[in-house]
């Protein structure tokens, strides 16, 4: 994670322990999709046609995906 990436989980930490909700542990794996899918969203626009921003471009070697707000293609 980079130090804004650090910064949000921390602070999404913090709520959880006021809370007195368990902690989450960071993941890498997880760090890095979220990561790439932000780069699309802002890169790609892939929320075109009706989709949301949980939809994937074209763009790379995944396969598009178009979210709808009905989820028939989830």
Not at 21 to 47: F, G, K, R, W
């Amino acid at each position: 994670m980079d130090a804004t990436e650090q910064e949000i989980f921390t602070i999404i930490n913090n709520h959880r322990q006021q809370n007195d909700l368990p902690l989450l542990q960071p993941s890498v794996n997880l760090a890095y999709i979220a990561h790439t899918h932000a780069t699309d969203v802002i890169e790609n626009d892939p929320d075109v046609n009706g989709g949301n921003m949980h939809s994937w471009s074209n763009k790379r070697k995944w396969k598009p995906v178009r979210y709808t707000p009905d989820h028939a293609q989830a």
